[in-house]
């Protein structure tokens, strides 16, 4: 049995939109299934969490954005329940870095069809993440975006990453750097003059295409770890429009480690947002749980 959780408020209404779409393509394929709908990722967690007590389930997939998928993954961690997940939010995160089409259809596809995999989590304090966790710098833009007016106006125009580049600038003017010590697999600690950011990832790409750690796997058993440190905010500016390709990483304020597990202390507290949701605040440890979640993907 498949379980449909539908967040119909994701995208500007896109989440419904697409739901009224695929119906009728399940029925027309008599595939069994059950749904619920829900306008926001509370609701979307108690659907799931209810539907899971009820009967057995062969996957659970998501239509909405990285917020609804955020919140239903610590039930599936572990459970034996697939996720799937077919993109309607703004950013879409999960399906761009599991290579999942955004076409409603083909998204549906792999959903019914795709490849079984078991993929690695950010455990971070007791709570999975699925792709990415994100300190100081970058966390603090996603808060700007998401306590925007302009984000809703972007998505509607189709341009969501604009929205992401004023936040940046916005941000930009405000934060300040500071030194930044981490631990990483009980070594020894490593300390940053001047850090700006932290990516703790599990795939390649967050921020809306950012391709923060070009060399990640979802399913290696490691983190790959991104620190911009030690440099102005004109050098900040030249950094982000090298992370669209991924060629930041020569940069010589960048620092890239691949670990098992990582503890970050700042001297200032520095906000975290995992899977583009606000999170924690430093200090903290996050380490992978490897093989944790079964999804469904090309």
Same mark, same amino acid.
């Given at each position: 049995?498949?379980?449909?959780?539908?967040?119909?408020?994701?995208?500007? %209404?896109?989440g419904g939109r697409v739901w009224a779409k695929l119906e009728p393509v399940l029925q027309a394929r008599r595939i069994p299934y059950r749904y619920a709908l829900t306008n926001n990722a509370a609701q979307a967690q108690r659907?799931?969490?209810?539907?899971?007590?009820?009967?057995?389930?062969?996957?659970?997939?998501? @239509? *909405?954005?990285? *917020?609804?998928?955020?919140?239903?993954?610590?039930?599936?961690?572990?459970?034996?329940?697939?996720?799937?997940?077919?993109?309607? %939010?703004?950013? $879409?995160?999960?399906?761009? &870095?599991?290579? @999942?089409?955004?076409?409603?259809?083909?998204?549906?596809?792999?959903?019914?069809?795709?490849?079984?995999?078991? @993929?690695?989590?950010? $455990?971070?304090?007791?709570?999975?993440?699925?792709?990415?966790?994100?300190?100081?710098?970058?966390?603090?833009?996603?808060?700007?975006?998401?306590?925007?007016? =302009?984000?809703?106006?972007?998505?509607?125009?189709?341009? &969501?990453?604009?929205?992401?580049?004023?936040?940046?600038?916005?941000?930009?003017?405000? =934060?300040?750097?500071?030194?930044?010590?981490?631990?990483?697999?009980? %070594?020894?600690?490593?300390?940053?003059?001047?850090?700006?950011?932290?990516?703790?990832?599990?795939?390649?790409? =967050?921020? &809306?295409?950012?391709?923060?750690?070009?060399?990640?796997?979802?399913?290696?058993?490691?983190?790959?770890?991104?620190?911009?440190?030690?440099?102005?905010?004109? $050098?900040?500016?030249?950094?982000?429009?090298?992370?669209?390709? *991924?060629?930041?990483?020569?940069?010589?304020?960048?620092?890239?480690?691949?670990?098992?597990?990582?503890?970050?202390?700042?001297?200032?507290?520095?906000?975290?947002?995992?899977? %583009?949701?606000?999170s924690t605040v430093t200090p903290l440890h996050a380490e992978v749980m490897a093989g944790a979640l079964h999804m469904m993907t090309t």
């Amino acid at each position: 049995m498949y379980f449909f959780v539908i967040n119909e408020r994701a995208g500007n %209404g896109k989440g419904g939109r697409v739901w009224a779409k695929l119906e009728p393509v399940l029925q027309a394929r008599r595939i069994p299934y059950r749904y619920a709908l829900t306008n926001n990722a509370a609701q979307a967690q108690r659907s799931v969490q209810e539907a899971m007590a009820a009967e057995e389930l062969q996957a659970v997939a998501v @239509i *909405g954005g990285d *917020g609804t998928i955020h919140s239903i993954v610590p039930l599936l961690a572990a459970s034996g329940v697939a996720l799937a997940v077919i993109p309607a %939010g703004s950013g $879409n995160d999960t399906a761009r &870095g599991f290579g @999942i089409p955004r076409q409603p259809l083909a998204a549906l596809d792999v959903a019914l069809s795709g490849r079984c995999r078991d @993929i690695d989590l950010i $455990n971070v304090g007791g709570e999975p993440t699925l792709t990415a966790l994100a300190v100081g710098f970058d966390a603090e833009i996603a808060e700007a975006v998401n306590d925007s007016s =302009y984000k809703k106006w972007c998505n509607r125009l189709g341009i &969501g990453r604009v929205a992401y580049i004023i936040g940046l600038l916005q941000t930009l003017f405000r =934060y300040q750097p500071a030194r930044l010590e981490i631990e990483v697999d009980g %070594g020894p600690t490593k300390t940053f003059e001047q850090a700006w950011l932290v990516a703790i990832t599990n795939v390649t790409t =967050y921020g &809306g295409g950012l391709m923060i750690c070009p060399q990640a796997a979802t399913d290696d058993g490691l983190l790959d770890i991104c620190v911009v440190h030690s440099c102005t905010k004109w $050098n900040l500016l030249h950094f982000f429009p090298k992370v669209l390709s *991924g060629s930041h990483t020569s940069l010589p304020f960048v620092t890239m480690l691949r670990v098992r597990a990582i503890k970050v202390r700042s001297e200032i507290v520095r906000l975290a947002y995992g899977d %583009g949701e606000k999170s924690t605040v430093t200090p903290l440890h996050a380490e992978v749980m490897a093989g944790a979640l079964h999804m469904m993907t090309t």
